[in-house]
């Protein structure tokens, strides 16, 4: 790919943003480009050094706030003619639901991400909690001279106490994966913003 | 790495690349190479970051025919990388304690 096809395209996937941020951001590219042919490499190889297009576009949309986004996208370049103001207003009925729907939507599904790490920490503790109870009644089993019953406790307790550990582990693989799965929603949500052509 | 730690070694790394002379988006990639791969993506926030903050200041200057930015250290700049230099210190403590409970635990 060269500089010329590598910069429309950037520019391409960039729309969206506000247009003084896409030029900056595009002719910081193209000095890098040019800055390594001058070093000596070819343009294509310039190019493949920088990464693909959509890994810059990604990178960019990470570091770039969300409400900076929807802000640049609310406001737009032009004045809105008076229909379209017209509509919005006499439109309002119709779409304030459903943003507010689309917006609770995705509030519940974070919610529900948690919820269910939450859930795993507390079925982890009560796994410990009820192991630690058969250690105590595995002692009064003993000391009351119920010894099949103190084994049996002890057994519970031993089962019980692997089982917290292996959940433990599980959850906070868990938590990793719903980490990097709220980024990736994030992403996701950020990407409905630009790269869009208008 | 954690990130805020080092998004804050970043800052100081860019602004020691131009705290000599002023420099150019790809000479400080080329000078920072040999210590860390920064990414131009990443480094282009970077830069935003540490202008907005003032400790750089960015000029034009004609090059071959093309325009390229040049990076200059304002003296908050060079207070910022004076300022590192002290927190290092303070980390090397902390790193000095941190080996030590690792020691006597194993």
């Known amino acids: ?198 | 790495m954690d990130i805020q730690l080092k998004r804050g070694l970043l800052d100081v790394c860019v602004l020691a690349a131009i705290k000599n002379e002023d420099s150019y988006g790809y000479q400080i990639i080329k000078d920072m190479k040999p210590y860390l791969e920064l990414s131009e993506s990443t480094l282009y926030t970077i830069l935003k970051r540490l202008e907005a903050g003032q400790m750089l200041t960015v000029r034009m200057v004609e090059h071959q025919g093309r325009l390229r930015k040049y990076y200059h250290i304002t003296q908050q700049g060079i207070e910022r990388i004076d300022e590192f230099k002290n927190d290092w210190k303070d980390i090397e403590a902390i790193y000095r304690f941190i080996t030590r409970e690792d020691g006597s635990n194993e």
């Open chain 1, 1 to 198: 790919m060269n500089k010329e096809v590598f910069l429309s395209e950037l520019r391409k996937k960039l729309s969206g943003l506000p247009q003084s941020d896409i030029d900056e951001r595009v002719s910081f590219y193209a000095e890098m480009i040019d800055d390594r042919v001058e070093d000596g490499m070819t343009e294509e190889a310039a190019v493949e050094q920088i990464g693909s297009v959509d890994k810059v576009v990604e990178t960019i949309m990470s570091e770039y706030p969300l409400s900076k986004l929807v802000k640049a996208k609310v406001k737009p370049e032009k004045k809105m003619p008076v229909w379209a103001i017209v509509l919005l207003i006499l439109g309002f009925p119709v779409w304030f639901p459903l943003l507010v729907s689309i917006v609770s939507t995705v509030g519940s599904l974070y919610l529900t991400l948690w919820c269910i790490v939450i859930t795993l920490y507390v079925v982890d503790l009560a796994f410990a909690l009820v192991s630690i109870g058969c250690l105590i009644s595995m002692v009064a089993g003993f000391v009351s001279g119920e010894a099949m019953f103190g084994i049996a406790a002890f057994g519970c307790a031993l089962v019980l106490g692997a089982l917290a550990v292996l959940l433990f582990i599980g959850s906070n693989y868990t938590v990793k994966g719903v980490v990097w799965l709220t980024k990736k929603m994030l992403l996701g949500i950020k990407s409905l913003f630009i790269g869009k052509e208008k």
